[in-house]
Nanobody
Framework: VQLQACGGGLVQAGGSLRLSCAASGGSFSINMMSWYRQASGQQRDLVATITSGGSTNYADSVKGRFTISRDNAKNTVYLQMNSLKPEDSAVYYC?????????????WGQGTQVTVSS
């Protein structure tokens, strides 16, 4: 399973960005899709998660500002980021838990840079 993330960029504080991450590569069944972020010199932290049933969970720091969604037909997960703050600057990674050939696996995208200027 390959993941292609895009949508990052440079934005001013208070602005918005929408990240997307598309999964491809054969036959698989997606379970959980997540976004993580890693600021320079920091650990990689969970931002948001969406299950196959559509249940979502968010880090406290992004609640009310970020929205995770998924398009099952396109095997794609999105992260709408509003009211961005400089502390949101990081490389954002999508993570996928999928069932393929009867085995569950974890897959990571390549990361997309988000920079929020003050």
């Amino acid at each position: 399973v390959q993941l292609q993330a895009c949508g990052g960029g440079l934005v001013q504080a208070g602005g918005s960005l929408r990240l997307s991450c598309a999964a491809s590569g054969g036959s698989f069944s997606i379970n959980m899709m997540s976004w993580y972020r890693q600021a320079s010199g920091q650990q990689r932290d969970l931002v948001a998660t969406i299950t196959s049933g559509g249940s979502t969970n968010y880090a406290d720091s992004v609640k009310g500002r970020f929205t995770i969604s998924r398009d099952n037909a396109k095997n794609t997960v999105y992260l709408q980021m509003n009211s961005l703050k400089p502390e949101d600057s990081a490389v954002y990674y999508c993570r996928l838990v999928a069932l393929r050939s009867g085995l569950s696996g974890v897959y990571w995208g390549q990361g997309t840079q988000v920079t929020v200027s003050s």
